[in-house]
């Protein structure tokens, strides 16, 4: 077996197990509640950071001293 098809059926049994796991989550209405709030935390937390630290990167590639 080459490097290519192990990778390949690697993939396709990451994104068969990734969609069995998101079937049995979102089937049932426990699963589809909690499925909401780990989302609203993870974009919660995650979205400002980045634009935080896209708008440090801004700062320092426009020349600006690092300490404001």
């Known amino acids: 077996m080459t490097s290519t098809t192990a990778?390949?059926?690697a993939n396709v049994v990451l994104v068969s197990a990734g969609a069995a796991a998101a079937y049995a989550v979102l089937s049932t209405p426990k699963g589809r509640r909690l499925a909401r709030v780990v989302l609203r935390t993870w974009l919660g937390a995650s979205?400002?950071?980045y634009l935080l630290a896209?708008?440090?990167?801004?700062w320092v590639e426009a020349g600006r001293p690092e300490d404001g």
């Open 7 to 9: 990778r390949s059926i």
């Open 47 to 49: 979205v400002p950071m």
């Open 54 to 58: 896209e708008a440090g990167r801004a």
